[in-house]
């Protein structure tokens, strides 16, 4: 994986770099060779988790709610770590598997609710450049989730985007965490143009 990437790994050291390690183990099972390239700069690496952490803290969208807008926008933006990473993590979220899994594709798949779909919608529309979220879509959104529900997903949707876009930009890939925990691959995603 390292020589994937756009920068070279580093060797995560010191006892900040144990420390790091040791989370990063508890968390994935082992230390993702992505930590390597962000230990470049460890203002934000650590600024990025510390991020993560505070939104991993937030309640007001239901567990599968966020981890379906974070994965939508991940695949809308063509995260395969974040993807990879938010699948693997979905199974301490008590996430629906096959819901989880069929993200990627969850315009063809028959297993999610309308809401979840609106979800999903505006974690795409959100994740475009520019934003192509409508009225009529939060609005809908404003009714089922309220307000804070909405702050909410707006926010997960930017901080995965934020999260993406720099991993992609750094040339960070799948690390195939989901494959450790014996979940099966993703759905893939259909081709642009393809017809389901």
């Known amino acids: 994986m390292s020589?994937?990437?756009?920068i070279p790994?580093?060797?995560?050291t010191g006892v900040s770099g144990a420390l790091i390690k040791a989370v990063a183990k508890k968390m994935v099972?082992?230390?993702?060779d992505s930590l390597g390239v962000l230990w470049h700069h460890r203002g934000v690496m650590k600024d990025s988790m510390g991020i993560g952490?505070?939104?991993?803290?937030?309640?007001?969208?239901?567990p599968s709610l966020a981890t379906f807008a974070a994965m939508a926008s991940a695949a809308t933006i063509g995260c395969s770590f974040?993807?990879?990473?938010n699948y693997f993590m979905s199974r301490d979220r008590d996430v629906d598997a096959a819901k989880v899994r069929d993200v990627p594709r969850w315009r063809e798949s028959t297993l999610f609710t309308p809401l979840e779909r609106r979800v999903m919608?505006?974690?795409e529309a959100a994740s475009q450049t520019p934003p192509a979220?409508?009225?009529e879509l939060s609005d809908a959104l404003l009714e089922d989730l309220g307000p804070a529900g909405l702050v909410e997903l707006a926010a997960r949707v930017a901080f995965m985007n934020m999260s993406a876009r720099m991993n992609i930009a750094l040339?960070?890939?799948s690390e195939h965490f989901a494959d450790a925990c014996g979940l099966p691959p993703l759905a893939a995603r259909p081709a642009v143009g393809a017809t389901a």
């Open 82 to 85: 974040c993807l990879d990473f």
């Open 133 to 135: 979220v409508t009225d």
């Open 3 to 6: 020589s994937d990437t756009r």
């Open 29 to 32: 099972g082992r230390v993702p």
């Open 171 to 173: 040339g960070i890939r």
């Open 121 to 123: 919608e505006y974690a």
């Open 9 to 12: 790994t580093a060797e995560v």
């Open 53 to 62: 952490q505070k939104v991993d803290g937030w309640h007001e969208l239901d």
